[in-house]
């Protein structure tokens, strides 16, 4: 069974930053591209960026072009979310996903536990 593992969020202060970290297991990651998502409070879950497989391609939802970056280490199976410039309405459980499929049309079937990220004003 694949694992995904989030680590990396918290709380911090609003125009601050935080790398989240998502170690892969049980799957050839080098075959995968991976993305990112996160869910607020009260709101459904959305995508936030995706890589693929080599990490040369990339996309952002316009909310966090900027001030994020996503970015993955093949030799250690994980996947990075850099978070620069954070604001209140960044605050959400921020998920790791993957499955068959590209870096732009993926069919995500895996995914990670979350991370809660909550930035304060």
């Known amino acids: 069974q694949v694992q995904l593992v989030e680590s990396g969020g918290g709380v911090v202060q609003a125009g601050g930053s935080l790398r989240l970290s998502c170690a892969a297991s049980?799957?050839?990651?080098?075959?995968?591209?991976m993305a990112w998502f996160r869910q607020a409070p009260g709101k459904e879950r959305e995508f936030v960026a995706t890589?693929?497989?080599?990490?040369?391609?990339?996309n952002y939802a316009d909310s966090v072009k900027g001030r994020f970056t996503i970015s993955r280490d093949n030799a250690k199976n994980t996947l990075y979310l850099q978070m620069n410039s954070l604001k209140g309405e960044d605050t959400a459980v921020y998920f790791c996903?993957?499955?068959?499929?590209?870096?732009?049309?993926?069919?995500?079937?895996?995914w990670g536990q979350g991370t809660q990220v909550t930035v304060s004003s």
């Open positions: 890589i693929s497989q080599t990490g040369i391609s990339t």
């Open positions: 996903a993957t499955g068959p499929g590209t870096w732009f049309k993926m069919n995500y079937i895996y």
């Open positions: 049980r799957l050839t990651f080098t075959n995968y591209a």
